[in-house]
């Protein structure tokens, strides 16, 4: 059974597009089947999968609409992983799901009918409460938040878990934080080691033992279309999003019991 996340935050440019292609990188490189869904009509996360969103002859879009199944739609990342991908037509998206059933449980049952054939499956979310965003978080069991630790960071951290709340109060009960990811971190800096201390005290073992190094390269994405674990497998970001996918695979052993 697939185990399904999000990966979540209304402030934007904390990370969240960098982390998930590095983290579906990390899980392919320690043997996970991998679908990566981007839900961003940027399709920042397609291309950052080595995936030209300009030649996508089927998107997420036509999933949505049930033109096309997950099967049809997605496609091969050179980084080891499947994606499936969008483009400037998932926008249109927004307005068309409107007048349709069940429109925010489009993706979830699409996802339903290839349960078997992944370990994760990682859905990149735009940084906003959208259509788009909802059918994300009511598909996931759980959301992973990449936080920068800084004051306005907190405060968007603050509206994430009063949305969370309500979806799992209205549209999905399994929706939970798996956890806060520690993005862009430089421990010399005395407000963000307070920040993190806050996060621990307050969240506990939600709080991730990763912590994602401030890297240069990683934050400028200087990796021509690819994630860095696969770009620069070297670096420390890389080697921190390969730490990160393992911790997470130990992370869902433990909620489903297994040895």
Do not use: W
Not at 71 to 95: F, I, K
Request: hydrophobic share 45%; charged share 20%; proline share 4%.
């Amino acid at each position: 059974m697939a185990k399904i996340f999000c990966i979540a935050n209304q402030k934007g440019g904390v990370g969240k597009t960098t982390t998930t292609v590095n983290l579906a990188a990390g899980l392919a490189r320690v043997g996970q089947r991998v679908l990566m869904v981007d839900m961003d009509p940027q399709g920042n996360a397609t291309m950052g999968s080595g995936v030209d969103k300009r030649q996508l002859a089927l998107t997420v879009y036509d999933v949505l609409l049930e033109s096309a199944s997950v099967q049809e739609a997605s496609v091969a990342s050179p980084c080891g992983y499947r994606v499936l991908g969008a483009n400037r037509e998932l926008a249109g998206a927004e307005v068309e799901l409107v007048a349709l059933e069940q429109r925010e449980k489009r993706l979830k049952v699409a996802l339903a009918a290839v349960d078997a054939e992944y370990d994760f499956v990682l859905v990149d979310c735009p940084p906003s409460l959208s259509m788009l965003t909802l059918n994300g978080l009511c598909s996931a069991h759980g959301v992973i938040v990449p936080m920068q630790c800084e004051y306005f960071a907190l405060e968007g951290l603050s509206d994430l878990v009063n949305t969370i709340r309500q979806v799992h109060a209205n549209l999905n009960a399994d929706l939970q934080i798996i956890g806060l990811l520690r993005v862009m971190f430089d421990p010399r800096t005395t407000l963000q080691q307070q920040v993190s201390d806050q996060l621990q005290s307050h969240f506990g073992d939600k709080v991730f033992r990763t912590v994602i190094p401030r890297n240069v390269r990683l934050a400028e994405a200087p990796s021509y279309g690819l994630p860095g674990v696969v770009f620069d497998p070297a670096a420390k970001g890389s080697v921190a999003f390969v730490e990160f996918a393992q911790e997470m695979v130990e992370r869902v052993r433990s909620m489903s019991g297994a040895p």
